[in-house]
């Protein structure tokens, strides 16, 4: 059970109506600007999963509408189509009466998923978790209390933690929660959200999402978490982050692509 | 004016009822199964343009709820929230009382966007149209009445088409309207569908979409469109398949994933 970790109490919705729910968003999942984006999703996705037949979270598109606060919010679920292998709905995330975001998502049974594999890509490099670099040192970030949740692990300091970006908006890491809760397929749509944006390589002070999509590919083992993060297309300011989540046993496991606004 | 092209008549909506479209899907964009995913993509963004204070569709998600068949079809819009830069609103596609595809879309004036541009990768590799090979030759395929609509060019025959699939599920192609209608914004959006599926090369006989986000990401110039189309996880009989779409100065304007299934 996972009842008692962290993200399980922090996601928690209560049903107070059909369709409706009740959930308080926290402020342990803050990064620049406020509660996690990925974070806010993960609740949606609790409330979706309540009226879903099928477990895992497959595809999920989520639209930031607005700005979150620590607070209480309601999320209101509508179930699109359910079929024999898919199930498809929406969640609304209302703030004070105004729609903070909307989540659309299919559920399946990952357990069920049997067909081909076929794997063109090798995984991201990276050193044993033991032999890479905690990014804080075991410190804590007071404005960016989503570090005290979720821990990394790099091959190389990032260049704009020293004040010198690369110019490079890439890089891989490890990442898992902090208090040993291991990542499932409702987890990973909030992890490929957890790190700092590649963007911040180029010199951006962050990003503000417009959108964000998550594929989720397979259920991960317990453990690290290995990541492929990268943005190749900053056009106008809007730019693309690709996120590619790699399990223990070497299998991706998810895959998402933000679209982004240079601040 | 581009209203007398073939893309604009078969995508037309009317207005029927506030926030309620008619709308005719034609058996003229027919793909493997029957009427192309971008096709009807690009009927529910129509109707949300109505709605919508911005011109360009920015980031669009759609999910492919049930298939579609040539026929009358009822377009539903919500505008979720209007900002000073981004409207989002959303569209169902509804079949005989039934919803076929669930489109969530952020509208923008791509003209105003002002921010940084930096770009990572390379345009697609291809020889000049004129030097590459026409997929078709000028024939018709009767069950692909798409490929009535949209011609191709190659650098090479792919290996499907003479039954030796080549096991890499990648390719470049250009592609425009056959026409001589012009992409614009919204046109990015069915065309990043309007291609064969990758995983033919992997001998797959097609792909089920279950889910599609695009962004778009500049305004092309006339002219043919350079793709890049690649597939790098087949896991399950899940995969992605990335489509960008570049224009004649070599702008990257539009970015894909689907995200399908195997048949």
Redesign the interface.
């Known amino acids: 059970m996972t009842v008692d970790h962290e993200f399980d109490i922090d996601t928690r919705v209560s049903p107070v109506a059909p369709n409706e729910y009740a959930a308080t968003v926290t402020d342990r999942w803050n990064a620049l600007g406020g509660p996690n984006g990925g974070y806010l999703v993960a609740i949606c996705l609790q409330a979706l999963r309540h009226t879903m037949p099928f477990p895992d979270p ?2 999920i ?1 989520a ?1 930031f ?2 700005p979150a606060a620590p607070g209480p919010a309601t999320i209101t679920t509508e179930l ?2 359910s079929g024999r292998r ?1 199930a ?1 709905g ?1 969640a ?1 995330l209302m703030q004070e009466g105004r ?1 903070v975001m ?1 989540v ?1 998502a ?1 559920f399946t049974d ?1 357990a069920l ?9 090798d995984k991201p490099m990276l050193p044993p978790p033991h032999d890479a670099i905690d990014l804080l040192g075991g410190r804590s970030m007071p404005a960016l209390s989503l570090t005290d949740r979720v821990e990394y692990r790099l091959a190389t300091m990032p260049g704009w933690v020293q004040g010198k970006p690369t110019g ?3 890089m891989n890491l490890w990442l898992r929660f902090k208090d040993g809760r291991d990542a499932d397929s409702l987890a990973l749509a909030m992890l490929v959200d957890a790190a700092w944006p590649a963007v911040m390589e ?1 010199g951006a002070a962050g990003s503000v999402t ?2 964000m ?1 998550v ?1 989720v ?2 259920r991960p083992v317990p453990g690290w978490l290995a990541c492929r993060i ?9 730019h ?1 982050e690709d996120f590619e989540i790699w399990d223990a046993t070497g ?2 496991v998810a ?1 998402s ?1 933000q ?1 982004g ?2 601040p």
Chains 1, 2 share one sequence.
Do not use: C, K, N
């Open positions: 497959l595809a598109s639209f509408l607005r699109a189509r898919l498809t929406a609304r729609e909307r659309t299919s990952l998923a049997e067909g081909r594999t076929l794997v063109f890509a490079d908006p890439s180029i417009v959108e999509t594929h590919r397979a990268s943005t190749r297309y900053v056009i106008g300011g809007y693309e299998t991706l895959q692509r679209l606004l240079l």
